[in-house]
């Protein structure tokens, strides 16, 4: 008897453990779900008067991204209510990898829009002079094209796939999002995952190092009258994205470069995971003054 109990005892703190997991992350999905839908939609209503720009295209694509990705979040939330994921283990993957997608073409057009911004404040513009409008809509086209093709055989053909034996195996549940322990037996996935987390930590703090700076030199030159400048509005709103790039990606990341050593944390991963997804609030920045909006907005020429 006392052997029943004690073989017993220990399950009933992981279960509670895992039910607090699952409560964090499904009250992050359904708020980044509902104020996401909203974020996007005052958006595309502010684009319809827009310039057609470089950084406009950008931002396009970035509405884009959070759009393919909020479609996959009631998924998710199904699964965190339920607790059993019953779509079939290839859904599941698309829907897994999906989170990862949508960071990392996020933090590509944030680098995008901020190195556009930076050369045009130093007066650098004129580089971007050959690079138009319909080649930014024609690389974007081909990125997406190359993206939206490639990932599903990635994801059919490697992603996920030593779990397959794991959910034939499992009988009072599907389990769903728990690829993490697999990540060392690819070949060459836990170098790849340390680079680039590492880069864009890196990246992400030069970035915002620099923009940083673009104020400052606009509040030395404008001082009191800085508010009132369409400059200033502007690189303060370039300053928003690169804040954001920093509140919800390295945190993240950082973490990871601790967890690829420690699988075990696969629970704290999809939490923080599903932090980085808030940077789908990034159109809000976009409410304030018009001319402001304009002035971020302007042709490279």
């Given at each position: 008897m006392n052997s029943t109990t004690n073989d017993s005892s220990p399950?009933?703190?992981?279960?509670?453990?895992?039910?607090?997991?699952?409560?964090?992350?499904?009250?992050?999905?359904?708020?980044?779900l509902v104020s996401g839908t909203i974020s996007l939609s005052l958006m595309m209503h502010i684009l319809k008067s827009s310039s057609t720009s470089i950084t406009s295209i950008a931002v396009l694509n970035l509405i884009f991204a959070h759009f393919i990705f909020l479609i996959t979040v009631p998924f998710r939330i199904y699964y965190y209510v339920?607790?059993?994921?019953?779509?079939?283990?290839?859904?599941c993957k698309v829907v897994s990898s999906m989170i990862h997608i949508h960071m990392y073409m996020s933090f590509f057009?944030?680098?995008?829009?901020?190195?556009?911004?930076l050369l045009t404040f130093y007066r650098k513009a004129?580089?971007?002079?050959?690079?138009?409008?319909?080649?930014?809509?024609?690389v974007s086209a081909a990125v997406w094209v190359m993206v939206l093709s490639t990932v599903p055989f990635v994801i059919h053909?490697?992603?996920?796939?030593?779990?397959?034996?794991?959910?034939?195996?499992t009988t009072n549940e599907t389990v769903c999002f728990k690829f993490g322990k697999h990540i060392h037996k690819v070949f060459g996935a836990t170098v790849v995952n340390y680079v680039v987390s590492t880069l864009i930590i890196v990246v992400a703090a030069v970035l915002t190092a620099l923009q940083?700076?673009?104020?400052?030199?606009?509040?030395?030159?404008?001082?009191?009258?800085?508010?009132?400048?369409?400059?200033?509005?502007?690189?303060?709103?370039?300053?928003c994205f690169a804040l954001i790039m920093v509140v919800c990606f390295i945190?993240?990341?950082m973490f990871?470069?601790?967890?690829?050593?420690?699988?075990?944390?696969?629970?704290?991963?999809?939490?923080?995971?599903?932090?980085?997804?808030?940077?789908?609030?990034?159109?809000l920045t976009f409410l304030g003054r018009r001319n402001c909006y304009m002035c971020f907005f302007r042709r490279v020429r």
């Open positions: 399950k009933q703190p992981d279960t509670e453990h895992a039910y607090v997991y699952r409560t964090v992350l499904l009250a992050i999905n359904v708020l980044v339920s607790g059993n994921w019953e779509l079939g283990h290839s859904w057009l944030y680098v995008i829009i901020l190195i556009t911004r004129e580089q971007l002079a050959p690079f138009r409008s319909i080649h930014a809509l024609l053909f490697a992603y996920g796939k030593n779990q397959e034996k794991n959910l034939t195996q940083a700076n673009v104020l400052r030199v606009l509040y030395r030159r404008h001082r009191q009258g800085c508010i009132s400048q369409q400059d200033f509005g502007a690189q303060l709103k370039s300053m945190p993240y990341h990871r470069l601790y967890y690829l050593e420690h699988i075990n944390l696969q629970q704290v991963n999809e939490v923080l995971l599903s932090l980085t997804t808030f940077n789908c609030l990034d159109m």
